[in-house]
């Protein structure tokens, strides 16, 4: 049961700025509770991007940013790069389910 | 440096188990938190549980109640994930984590599950 929607896809061309939605309810993102981000390269384990719905892990180039406002949260990525190309997941925890949720996932395309 | 280990792939029949484990290192294992997440192929990330390793503390997502269940071994800094009554649709990546708060901060490598008859 999926409860963090995504928009399926997203794409730009490099150097652009792309957003990537979270979208939630009351249980969970506009509960309060952190939202993290992960990048998915293909084949490969994700990789936490953004944690603490803003915070930048260490090595994350500050290219990527998160942000969150009542029930959803944005991922940000500036001066998008070829390798950027990827899966993008946001998490948080839901109070109705008492267990962390993933979000539906965004495929990001550099054209 | 932080490093999950995880067992490797496994062909398993309908009905039948599967016990995935990961191993830690760099990091103090008693009271962390050990997350699971299966990935079918080409589907999102679904969260199955989670273990608070020294207190044997648990918590299972609801779906996979009944099935699962995660333990953890001190003296060899290792978590398990059973999943039993395996399906086809069991058929998925299954991954473990490190939990230090709410965020998934370092990954395994993932443990291939195959469900066939």
């Known amino acids: 049961q999926s409860v963090l929607t995504q928009p399926p896809s997203v794409s730009g061309a490099p150097g652009q700025r792309v957003t990537i939605s979270c979208t939630g309810s009351?249980?969970?993102?506009?509960?309060?509770?952190?939202v993290n981000w992960y990048q998915q390269l293909p084949r490969t384990a994700p990789k936490l991007l953004i944690y603490g719905n803003s915070n930048r892990p260490s090595g994350v180039p500050d290219r990527f940013s998160g942000s969150k406002s009542g029930t959803s949260a944005s991922l940000a990525i500036t001066g998008l790069q070829a390798e950027d190309e990827a899966d993008y997941y946001c998490q948080s925890y839901d109070s109705s389910l008492s267990g962390y949720v993933f979000g539906t996932g965004t495929k990001v395309t550099v054209l | 440096q932080m490093q999950l280990v995880q067992s490797g792939p496994e062909v398993k029949k309908p009905g039948t188990s599967v016990k995935v484990s990961c191993r830690a290192s760099?990091?103090?294992?008693?009271?962390?938190?050990v997350q699971w997440v299966r990935q079918a192929r080409g589907q999102r990330l679904e969260w199955v549980g989670w273990i608070v390793v020294g207190s044997d503390n648990t918590n299972y997502a609801q779906r996979f109640q009944e099935r699962v269940t995660i333990t953890s071994d001190m003296s060899t800094s290792t978590a398990y994930m059973e999943l039993s009554s395996l399906r086809s649709e069991d058929t998925a990546v299954f991954y473990c984590?490190?939990?230090?708060?709410?965020?998934?901060?370092?990954w395994g490598q993932g443990t291939l599950v195959t469900v066939s008859s």
């Open positions: 009351s249980s969970n993102i506009g509960a309060d509770y952190d």
């Open positions: 760099g990091f103090t294992f008693p009271r962390s938190a």
């Open positions: 984590a490190h939990g230090a708060g709410s965020d998934f901060d370092y």
